[in-house]
């Protein structure tokens, strides 16, 4: 004796609908793949690279030396001066420290950003750097860029590149001349404006 029947239909449009939608999306990244014409490889960081930065920024197709080590030093030397000057008076040591700035080479940077661990380098305007003419073997270690770069040692440093929209033919040239040393490499891009910035809130610099 047969059992009952049992009506398949409505598993059957299940299926044919979970097929269409299958096909659908099939048919979408086929399309969309077509469409992608140029890939660019991501830069990736150096797993366990403890190598330090030397940073340099590319501003009106010149190039800065940021000595971010000389900030540092600056920062303690009117510390130390602060606290001779204030005798241990904490009100007159804030009043002091809120009018103060220090400058090292071409950057001034505020001293009460700076107790705070953020050190908000700003450009000083009519600042001449240092430009790269001629063929890129002329720049050899007698010059401004080529001695920084024959005192960077490539196994425990490399050059962080701070690039504004009017220089990348200048971080271009200087790239090249790092890698032609064999210096490893990193830029951060800033807008026309911005400080140059180090401290809380930032990433890690890494060789790119």
Same mark, same amino acid.
């Given at each position: 004796? +047969? ?15 979970v ?13 969309d793949a ?6 660019v490889?991501?830069?990736k960081?150096? +797993?366990?690279?403890?190598r330090?930065?030397?940073?340099f920024?590319?501003?009106n197709?010149?190039l ?5 080590e ?11 001066q602060?606290m001779?000057?204030t ?10 420290s ?6 090292v080479?071409a950057y ?8 705070v ?18 063929n890129l073997? +002329?720049?050899?270690?007698d010059?401004w ?9 490539p196994e ?8 504004r929209?009017?220089?990348?033919a200048i ?6 001349l790092a890698?032609?040393?064999n210096?490893?490499v990193s830029c951060e ?7 140059i ?12």
């Amino acid at each position: 004796m +047969a059992g009952p029947s049992i009506d398949l239909s409505s598993f059957q449009d299940i299926m044919t609908c979970v097929l269409g939608i299958l096909i659908l999306i099939i048919l979408l990244t086929g399309i969309d793949a077509s469409q992608i014409q140029v890939l660019v490889a991501t830069p990736k960081e150096l +797993a366990g690279d403890t190598r330090t930065p030397v940073f340099f920024e590319c501003r009106n197709n010149q190039l800065f030396d940021v000595d971010y080590e000389g900030f540092k030093k600056a920062f303690d030397e009117m510390t130390a001066q602060l606290m001779a000057d204030t005798a241990g008076n904490q009100d007159e040591f804030v009043r002091q420290s809120a009018t103060k700035f220090m400058t090292v080479g071409a950057y001034r940077m505020e001293y009460t950003q700076a107790m705070v661990g953020k050190y908000a380098l700003r450009k000083i305007p009519d600042i001449e750097g240092y430009e790269i003419s001629g063929n890129l073997s +002329a720049e050899t270690s007698d010059r401004w860029f080529g001695g920084k770069l024959a005192e960077i040692n490539p196994e425990t440093e490399f050059i962080c590149f701070f690039v504004r929209p009017d220089s990348f033919a200048i971080f271009q040239k200087a790239r090249a001349l790092a890698w032609n040393r064999n210096i490893n490499v990193s830029c951060e891009l800033l807008a026309e404006n911005d400080p140059i910035i180090f401290g809380p809130g930032g990433n890690r610099v890494t060789v790119q």
